[in-house]
């Protein structure tokens, strides 16, 4: 009976977050991949369970439907990749702004990724953060959160994160590794908002 009462007063183990997290950038020092990492490591730190997985989309071929092998059914590396959004529970999107908007790269993994059959997006939490010029990608990030609307996703408000990379006292090191401890505390919190949209999301589903 003791033993019985004992597990029914045990604390129970925190859920998982499993964060897929996409960069724009397909520079190798890139400033955006750089918050990725940071990112990695901040919630290594805390007591929340929440797994960062960075997946590449280089390798994602320009979308053409002419490379469909039928309908919904997608060469082999947009089928992994799609299995891999599939499976997250929320997003981390980090690019740079290009010509007022996103990169070519990140709207067509956001492509892929909402081709019929199945939206795989649809109905999961995501953040966004930016390091850029001059607004710090500022205009580039609320034109991704245009395109999240149609995709059905729930981009937390706040915090907001832009970054200017060219800034002085620098943000970022030579090879794109954020090392501003002020930026890295604004990280950890849109991190921990994050966290907590998508368990309420969770929650109320």
């Keep these: 009976m003791g033993s019985i009462e004992a597990l029914s007063s045990a604390p129970k183990p925190k859920p998982v977050i499993k964060v897929v997290a996409l960069c724009g950038s397909l520079r190798k020092a890139s400033n955006n991949l750089g918050l990725i990492r940071a990112a990695m490591e901040l919630m290594k730190e805390e007591e929340v369970e929440m797994e960062i997985e960075y997946v590449e989309i280089s390798t994602l071929p320009m979308l053409n439907t002419d490379l469909l ?15 891999k959004i599939l499976e997250a529970d929320c997003f981390l999107f980090a690019s740079p702004e290009y010509n007022y908007s996103v990169t070519a790269s990140l709207k067509n993994a956001l492509d892929w990724a ?6 795989v997006w649809a109905d999961k939490a995501a953040a966004i953060v930016s ?5 710090g990608g500022a205009r580039g990030q609320y034109h991704l959160r245009q395109i999240g609307v149609y995709l059905d996703l729930h981009i937390i408000n706040k915090p907001e ?12 090191d030579s090879n794109g590794d954020l ?3 002020e930026a890295k505390l604004k990280l950890k919190q849109l991190l921990l ?13």
Excluded: M, Q
Aim: charged share 20%.
């Design 114 to 119: 909402s081709c019929p059959p199945t939206n």
């Design 131 to 135: 390091a850029s010029g001059s607004l």
């Design 69 to 83: 092998i039928g309908y919904g059914v997608f060469p082999p590396v947009v089928e992994d990749f799609r299995r």
């Design 193 to 205: 908002a994050l966290h907590a949209f998508t368990l309420r999301l969770r929650n109320n589903s």
């Design 161 to 172: 994160l832009f970054l200017n990379g060219f800034d002085e006292p620098a943000k970022f």
């Design 179 to 181: 090392i501003d401890p």
